[in-house]
């Protein structure tokens, strides 16, 4: 069995959106083209609660600037993706329809969370894994936003827990802070993610 992961394909990601990634919305279409090519199609979307720890806001400090969390170094993002906002919600143009599942993300306050298996401490699971395995479910194929985050987080998670893992890198965008991309690429590759 054979999923598809369409990874947070949301307007604050897309162009116009609070944390825009470049050209983000031209992937839309080219995901809903590929959707019947797999047995399940599962969805995850990042839903913030307002004031998140991950915002700079929150820390009366600068986007992309670093800071010490309980779990590790944590980037603070520009606030985006707030559960019931506008930002938040699924790029129109995407076919959520077609969705298996439909896993949110990044919802406890004080955790951010990238990967779609696990929060940013690495051990709280999400519960992707269960249903997986209840499904028998053991072929993943990665698409959405962003590269060197979300996608990379999860791929990476994915590969670890022994799932056949592949990335379709033309239905990708990158945010590439400091050089982010080139890392999260150098990192699958190390852990046997098929980079298509």
Request: charged content about 20%.
């Amino acid at each position: 069995m054979r999923a598809l992961i369409v990874i947070d394909m949301q307007n604050d990601f897309c162009p116009g959106g609070a944390l825009a990634v470049t050209g983000g919305n031209e992937i839309v279409s080219p995901i809903n083209q590929i959707m019947d090519e797999f047995d399940a199609i599962i969805l995850t979307q990042d839903w913030h609660p307002a004031g998140h720890s991950s915002f700079a806001s929150s820390h009366d400090a600068s986007a992309f600037s670093f800071i010490e969390m309980p779990y590790g170094q944590q980037i603070l993002w520009p606030d985006h993706c707030i559960q019931d906002s506008e930002g938040g919600q699924f790029h129109s143009g995407l076919n959520t329809k077609n969705a298996d599942l439909i896993l949110r993300k990044g919802y406890n306050p004080l955790i951010d969370s990238y990967s779609a298996f696990f929060e940013n401490d690495h051990k709280t699971p999400t519960g992707l894994a269960g249903y997986l395995k209840t499904r028998k479910i053991k072929d993943l194929t990665f698409v959405g936003l962003a590269t060197d985050y979300c996608v990379a987080y999860s791929a990476l998670d994915a590969a670890r827990l022994g799932y056949e893992v592949s990335v379709r890198t033309e239905l990708c965008r990158a945010i590439d802070v400091e050089g982010s991309l080139e890392i999260a690429l150098r990192d699958m590759r190390l852990t046997k993610v098929n980079l298509i």
